[in-house]
């Protein structure tokens, strides 16, 4: 059975910094790209960063880009989401998800809320 | 970056009645090695999204039959085609054809 499960989301200031971690098992992980999803309060699905299954080659969205660094340990089985210069708009849910040109499964996801 | 436009908004459904979503994106979604890459996500109340369907028409695992899609290049469209309580919740189309990877704004499913 495949299992993800995201951690690591908390209160942080404006300007913070935050890390994620996205545990998985019941795949082959180093087998799958991963990607991380998120979603604001009541709004929609945002793709934000895909990372290769040897973490070669990673992807972000412009939103993020240079602020935000997706990487993984597959020694651990576990992807990560390095979250720097944090503003109020990164508030939400951040779901991590392997990719094969789809989203086959997802986490419960982890709360980042930015707010003074 | 590749559009996705989901209509309608809001649909109010009879139970047992069929539903139907569509999807429009900007350019078509053919990829270079023939495939689709357009897939469907319900989401229900207080959940993680769920995978219904990958490339246009082919049901995950577990997903019923009354769930189906089609399409072909920049339209497409899923069915339910007789909606039941459990399938409540807000449904995305989402491309992987390129990076960014774009998701529709949603179509919420209600019950009337």
């Known amino acids: 059975e495949v299992q993800l499960l995201e951690s690591g989301g908390d209160l942080v200031q404006p300007g913070g910094s935050l890390r994620l971690s996205c545990s998985a098992s019941g795949f082959t992980f180093i087998s799958y790209a991963m990607t991380w999803v998120r979603q604001a309060p009541g709004k929609g699905l945002e793709w934000v960063s895909t990372?290769?299954?040897?973490?070669?080659?990673?992807y972000y969205a412009d939103s993020v880009k240079g602020r935000f660094t997706i990487s993984r340990d597959n020694s651990k089985n576990t992807l990560y989401l390095q979250l720097n210069s944090l503003r109020s708009e990164d508030t939400a849910v951040y779901y991590c998800a392997p990719y094969d040109r789809s989203m086959s499964y997802w986490g419960q996801g982890t709360l980042v809320t930015v707010s003074s | 970056d590749i559009v996705m436009t989901q209509t309608p908004l809001s649909s109010p459904v009879t139970l047992g009645q069929p539903a139907s979503i569509s999807c429009r994106s900007s350019?078509?979604?053919?990829?270079?090695?023939?495939?689709?890459?357009l897939s469907w996500l319900q989401q229900r109340p207080g959940q993680p999204p769920r995978l219904l369907i990958y490339?246009?028409?082919n049901r995950f695992s577990g997903v019923p039959d009354r769930f189906s899609g089609s399409g072909a290049g920049t339209d497409f469209t899923l069915k339910i085609s007789r909606v039941e309580a459990e399938d409540v919740g807000v449904y995305y189309c989402m491309q992987a054809k390129q990076f960014p990877l774009t998701f529709g704004g949603g179509t919420k499913v209600e019950i009337k």
């Open positions: 350019q078509s979604l053919v990829q270079s090695d023939g495939n689709t890459y």
């Open positions: 990372i290769s299954g040897s973490g070669s080659s990673t």
């Open positions: 490339k246009i028409s």
